[in-house]
């Protein structure tokens, strides 16, 4: 008993250092937090890339030469939204007063809509209606119009200063693909002692499902900026290219890209263009969020079968919870929750049962 007493008390002032110095590295490392999440998430899902090239140039060369890679695809387009945004704001914001102002009646609908033979009726019915109640639409909305472009500007302002947080981290993820295969080493080695055995099959579930949802976000939000500035083209819209680019940043968000190509139509049917604001609705509808139910669940089911609800919870609640990097962070914790759980069910269910469960089962 006299040798039990100091070893429990030497193991307790361990726990107790090990607690302290823990509780240090996070005090300092706290002000980086988002940064270092971009940056792991930002090299692991570039990893093959990088192995590619670091087979081919070395580590150091392959590293810098992946930092260059992402700041060109991450932080250049970045640099010219927020360039474009700040130079032409305050021309887009009087160009939206004065259509707030001129706000009177529809234009016609073209003869084409209105021969429809099932809906044309119908759809020329609601559109008088609409036209004759548009003026007193637009004096509701006049007094709010500098408010919400306002706070419009600030939002895109804030993506833009998002870019400084980018920029730290593709600084780290520049030590994290130079020094990955012993990162990588210490967490299996951790992974081990904490789930034993199962450690390596749990690491692949985690590395697919990471992968996944990644891919699954931003490839998504790449198609649906593409579609929407050719879209935008394709029926004469003013800068289809800076919007094409904002619908690209926005879509990652859920229904973000409508943000975009909905206020567009507006503007073309307040520009006497109806049939190319009924044009642009359906093309929105059927093509750019038809592209975001059909890519999304293609990239992320190649990780794990992720609910759609769930990948939009993830984003709201991980934006709100994490900032920036939640967008990211959010689907990925619940696709690695909700694929673990599945594995663990599926495990318990394959199990034989007893003889006694299976007597209680038949009886």
Known sequence: MATGQPASTERIMRLLLLGGITYGCVLVLAPFSSALL????????????????????GPNAASLTMTVLCAVGVVLPLAFLASACVSSGPRWARQVMAFVGTIHELPPLPHWITSLPAFGPDISHHWERWSRNISSVGDELRPYAGEIIQSLLEVLMRMANGALHLVMALFIAFFFWLSGPMLWDTVQAVMVRIAGHQAGRHLHIVGSTVRGTVYGILGTAIIQGILTGLGLWLLGVGEAVILGVLAAFLAVFPIGAPLVWIPAALWLFGMHHPGKGILLLLYGVLIISGADHLIRPLFIARGSK????????????????????????????????????????????AQPLAQDEKRTLTS
Not at 38 to 47: I, K
Not at 324 to 338: D, E, S, T, Y
Request: hydrophobic share 55%; charged share 10%.
């Open 38 to 57: 971009w940056a792991g998430v930002l090299a692991y899902t570039t990893w093959p890339l990088f192995q590619h090239l670091r087979r081919r140039m």
């Open 306 to 349: 992720l609910p759609y609800l769930l990948t939009v919870l993830g984003v709201i609640g991980g934006l709100l919870a994490f900032g920036g990097v939640g967008i990211f962070l959010g689907p990925i914790l619940l696709a690695i929750g909700f694929t673990l759980t599945t594995e663990f069910a599926a495990d318990e269910a």
